[in-house]
């Protein structure tokens, strides 16, 4: 008897295994079956419409060799083609996406095929127009697959795939799930299935508008492949991108399976399909394989995003690439204990409050270091001028940085070192630098020596020749420009050491600077390189020139990769920090501005643009508040309503628009604008009756979870009996003091909260 052998490659291609999914399937009364349409000898599923479409061409003679063969592609259909027409002998053109990964591109040009790259932006939409315009001028010259309308495309998968599935379960598949792409195989499996059982559920799985999954396609975003019925699928879910590609992930680290990301896609909501079944068979299509994402950031670290941040150190915006995948160490320059907090010092804390929460919200592991300087010159004339001891003077003004930082919303950072208890690591690293020959002491104090740092001045860009050779200068102040050496160590003044304020060190009895403090504290806590240090943009130079100074003559490391440094706070063009009076949160607060307001106000504007103070502009933010705020609460009121069908796009287009604002840069402004635009189709859902409860709730949902990164929103808008009572009894003290402005704000403040006032007349 004589073997039977395959005669080309094409031969091999259907009869797929199917394979069992057991860790990531969560319900064991379920059974998933994955399709591995990747064991194909083209390596994806595009291999069988890619023959049927060549031998479709053949059979009804539009192809000839005297043609090219020309499709538009995402990447596997092409491939597809590639092996088809490199047996057959034909030529072929292919439109892509210059977005698809490099991999594919490689693939296809090792099988002969010429590549027409098509602008990015554009995705596969742009490849078929191109395609479209080179077959209607030149007829002559291509045939054309068409895998978008041509009924090969089902066909394929309605005489192999869906035959092979039926099979290989036995007959006993209950659900079948398949991404959107072209749609072929969904409308070829659909016809097949219902065919053997009527009953078996066709699961589409479709990506959201503005996704980013390769080979997958959003019905509404662009052109519909003409193949396409909807009524073919008894379901359509849509599914988030970072879900697909962790599930693509998974697959790999526990399945041992390296698929790609529509793979992902696919499995993510076969394993929710699972949860929700009591028993049954999923059958899941796995297209392709992960080979051909190796380029994309597929498979990279877990956990990591792609934001941008603007690094000071380089002057550009640079991709956030953390020392250690999925955390990220954060020092940020924080109070001096010798007074209230000062505008430029609230928003430098909100800016940094805004950075750590955003990297939690993208799930990143952030350990955060804000320091207290209890200990220069401010603190210790301070003190004396009150005639306080230096600890009980400066312990009054960091309970109040504390009370300051509830008001504004601000998370407490991981650690507070306060420079007083960390004398001796400044002690030995001052030592340490002696040592190395980078400082020296004079008149008992020491000084660093900028000549033996040849990188200084990199942070900041100052030039070092405009810096007077020779000279030292006290730097506590920090108001002098252009220092040669700085200050590491200062000899205690006779007052000092009368009141004990000194350390004995072997140049003598001396207090250490800022400069060593910050650079001794993060270092201690964060080791001696770490991710981020942030502040305000006035203290790059001289503070965090030394800082960075110290930090690398020590260890010879960058003390921090990325420097973030926020802008000024401006009143009448002047900085509010400096020749303007002192004003307060407290004194915002008693004249009707909540925490949240103010917080809005100083987060609103870019952190790298100043940020203006007027009360029209904190009233501003009150009112675009209470936009966000009113839409919450008809949220919440909402009972009853028709659903909303495209409430998953909704919800994914205030999440993804949070984020792609977000990760530029913490570009707020178009964060703000993106959410404003969603609150706007709200209120008209809600006004058309089109949303119902449940749909409702998953929209506050969807607000408190970008909350966390804000802070600012408001979903219980009721206020204690206390603080009624407490705003009360300031009302009064203000029509007392015929202070009217204040006292209508307060009423008004009232009024939101369901509360009426009825004055009794004062007499003067």
Known sequence: MENKMSYSILDAIGNTPIVEIRKLNPNPQVKILAKMEYMNPGGSIKDRPALYMIEAGEKSGELTHAKTVIEATSGNTGIGLALVCAVKGYKLLLAMSE????????????????????????????????????????????????????????????????????????????????????????????????????????????????????????????????????????????????????????????????????????????????????????????????????????????????????????????????????????YSCGPTAHARLRPGEWRRFVFADLLCRYLRYRDYDVTHVMNITDLDDKTINGSASAGMEIKAFTRQYIDAFEKDREILGIDPADHYPKASEHVGDMVAIAEKLVMKGYAYE????????????????????????????????????????????????????????????????????????????????????????????????????????????????????????????????????????????????????DVGYSGKDIRYWLISTHYRKPVRFSTERLDASKQSLKRINSCIQSLKDVNSGSPYPELDQLLYDIKQGFINAMDDDLNISAAMASIFQQVKIINKLILESKIDPEGAGKLIDGFKNINTVLNVFDFDNSISKQEIKNLLKKREAARNEKNWELADKIRSQLEEQGINIRDQKLYS
């Open 442 to 589: 004079k008149l008992r104090s020491l000084y660093f020596d900028i000549s033996k740092f040849e990188d200084y001045g990199s942070l900041s860009g100052i030039d070092l020749d405009k810096i007077r050779l020779g000279a030292t200068v006290d730097l506590d102040e920090y108001e002098k420009e252009n220092p040669r050496d700085f200050t590491l160590f200062k000899r205690c003044s006779l007052s000092e050491l009368k009141r004990g304020i000194y350390t004995t060190t072997d140049w003598g009895n001396a207090r250490p600077s800022w400069h060593i403090q910050c650079a001794a504290m993060s270092m201690k806590y964060l080791g001696d390189s770490f991710d981020i240090h942030t502040s305000a943009r006035k203290l790059v130079f001289p503070h965090h020139e030394n800082e960075i100074a110290i930090a690398k003559a020590l260890s010879g490391k960058p003390l921090a990769r990325y420097w973030m440094h926020c802008d000024r706070v401006l009143m009448d063009g002047k900085k509010m920090d400096e020749n303007l009076p002192m004003l307060t949160i407290e004194q915002l607060v």
């Open 99 to 330: 977005a698809a990964s490099m991999e594919r591109r490689k693939i296809l040009k090792a099988r002969g095929a010429d590549i027409l790259l098509t602008p990015g932006h554009m995705g596969t939409d742009g490849a078929i127009e191109e395609v479209y315009r080179l077959v209607r001028e030149y007829p002559d010259t291509y045939f054309m697959a068409d895998q978008y309308n041509t009924e090969a495309n089902w066909k394929a998968h309605y005489y192999g795939t869906g035959v092979e599935i039926w099979e290989q379960t036995q007959g006993e598949i209950t659900t079948l799930v398949a991404t959107l792409g072209t749609s072929g195989t969904l409308m070829g499996l659909s016809r097949r299935l219902k065919e053997y059982n009527p009953d078996i559920q066709i699961v589409g799985v479709e990506p959201y508008l503005g996704h980013k999954i390769q080979g997958l396609k959003n019905m509404k975003e662009a052109y519909q492949p003409g193949l396409f019925e909807k009524d073919r699928l008894d379901k359509k879910v849509n599914i988030e991108d970072e879900d697909a590609f962790e599930m693509t992930r998974k697959l790999a680290r526990e399945e041992g399976l390296f698929v790609g990301m529509s793979s992902g896609a696919a499995m993510a909501v076969a394993a929710q399909e699972a949860k929700s079944m009591t028993k049954g068979t999923i059958v899941v299509i796995f297209p392709d394989s992960g080979e051909r994402y190796l380029t994309t950031s597929l498979f990279t670290v877990d956990k990591k995003i792609d934001m941008k941040v603007f690094n000071t150190m380089s002057r550009t915006k640079e991709v956030l690439e953390p020392y250690v995948p999925g955390k990220v160490s954060i």
